[in-house]
């Protein structure tokens, strides 16, 4: 269960602070470090890809093909990155929790490139305009 809220958690807070605080304002907001910024994010996915991990182990039995919990694991990761190799598999509500996985990895994936387009100068900025124009 706690693991449900942080993935809900982790989700929330990326949506909010790349498209809802932008909505706020008329104004540019800037963030004060790029780096702080994609490290983060980065850190999100990955807490994301954990916490998913964590939920398979509570459902092994639901995991055709695993034998422990590197292999619940290995799944969130294969799941996540939308790899599927097929050599483990879903039955049951954890059917529905990959496919859970799958779009909110695809929509973490879609913050995350905004975030990373948002820290990118403007193309104005780096254009040098010559002296004759």
């Not at 850190?43 to 916490?51: D, P, Q, V």
């Not at 398979?56 to 599927?84: E, P």
């Not at 529905?96 to 990895?105: E, I, K, M, N, R």
Request: net charge negative.
């Amino acid at each position: 269960m706690l693991a449900t809220i942080q993935i809900v958690d982790s989700f929330q807070s990326s949506v909010h602070l790349s498209v809802f605080d932008q909505l706020r304002t008329d104004e540019r907001v800037v963030i004060s470090s790029a780096v702080r910024t994609l490290v983060l994010s980065f850190l999100n996915y990955l807490e994301l890809l954990i916490c998913f991990g964590i939920v398979y182990v509570s459902m092994l039995d639901k995991l055709s093909g695993a034998d422990g919990w590197m292999d619940a694991i290995y799944f969130s990761v294969v799941t996540q990155l939308t790899i599927g190799f097929g050599d483990l598999r879903p039955l049951g509500v954890a059917r529905f929790v990959s496919a859970t996985q799958g779009l909110v990895a695809v929509a973490c994936t879609i913050v995350i490139r905004g975030r990373i387009v948002s820290v990118l100068p403007k193309i104005e900025s780096v254009i040098k305009h010559s002296p004759d124009e």
